[in-house]
């Protein structure tokens, strides 16, 4: 069964750090593109960070540059999301997402095929 678990999320308080883990079973992220994204409650969902098969380039929302990092392990077929100086905006339920793809650049708005349950992320005092 092809499945994306995440992990990581909970309750920070502004201005801290939480780190998500994307993790994949049933099969390799190797060639494939991941994505992160997120919801909130009343508003769309919206994409927050890529991550190319090779790890080579990246791509983010403009809401989260030079906050978040995306990063991967191909050998632990895991995808991380290093989230600094969060801000109550960052609330949501997010997700990441796998698509095939060997291309060198990713997008948040390929068809990912392959999603996650998701995990909260609230930022709070």
């Known amino acids: 069964q092809l499945k994306l678990v995440e992990s990581g999320g909970g309750l920070v308080q502004p201005g801290g750090s939480l780190r998500l883990s994307c993790v994949a079973s049933g099969f390799t992220l190797d060639y494939h593109s991941i994505g992160w994204f997120r919801q909130a409650p009343g508003k769309e969902r919206e994409g927050v960070s890529c991550i190319t098969s090779r790890g080579d380039s990246t791509n983010y929302a403009d809401s989260v540059l030079g906050r978040f990092t995306i990063s991967r392990d191909n050998e632990k077929n895991t995808v991380y999301l290093q989230m600094n100086s969060l801000e109550p905006e960052d609330t949501a339920v997010y997700y990441c997402?796998?698509?095939?793809?060997?291309?060198?650049?990713?997008?948040?708005?390929?068809?990912?095929?392959?999603w996650g349950q998701g995990t909260q992320v609230t930022v709070s005092s």
């Open positions: 997402a796998a698509v095939f793809s060997l291309q060198t650049t990713c997008l948040m708005t390929f068809r990912y095929e392959y």
